[in-house]
Nanobody
Framework: QVQLVDSGGGLVQDGGSLRLSCAAS????????MGWFRQAPGKEREFVAA????????YYADSVKGRFTISRDYVKNTVYLQINKLKPDDTAVYYC????????????????????WGQGTQVTVSS
């Protein structure tokens, strides 16, 4: 089992920044890919970014490229999502997730492929 704890959300103004954190514990060696997803009210959960633990390959949704940066810290078993130039459309609950198996030929963007989830952290952007 892998336990994930999301944190770092908050209320920010349009154009502001936040850094979300996802602390992993338990059998963390079993997680190949760490991802961030978000879900706005009335909408489906959508992929934001992902990073492969070994090698650091990253993936981003087109809507966040150039504004969001995903990174990981081996020592702290933590994944970060730096969010810059926030827009009101970025308002959502952000979830960290872990996938036990990385398939290099497939982008890890499908939430159904992820095995473990954090509790979510709310990001609200005011205009």
């Amino acid at each position: 089992q892998v336990q994930l704890v999301d944190s770092g959300g908050g209320l920010v103004q349009d154009g502001g920044s936040l850094r979300l954190s996802c602390a992993a514990s338990g059998r963390t060696f079993s997680a190949d890919v760490m991802g961030w997803f978000r879900q706005a009210p009335g909408k489906e959960r959508e992929f934001v970014a992902a990073i492969v633990w070994i090698g650091g390959i990253t993936y981003y949704a087109d809507s966040v490229k150039g504004r969001f940066t995903i990174s990981r810290d081996y020592v702290k078993n933590t994944v970060y999502l730096q969010i810059n130039k926030l827009k009101p459309d970025d308002t959502a609950v952000y979830y960290c997730a872990a996938d036990r198996r990385y398939v290099p030929t497939t982008k890890p963007t499908n939430p159904l492929e992820y095995d473990y989830w954090g509790q979510g952290t709310q990001v609200t952007v005011s205009s």
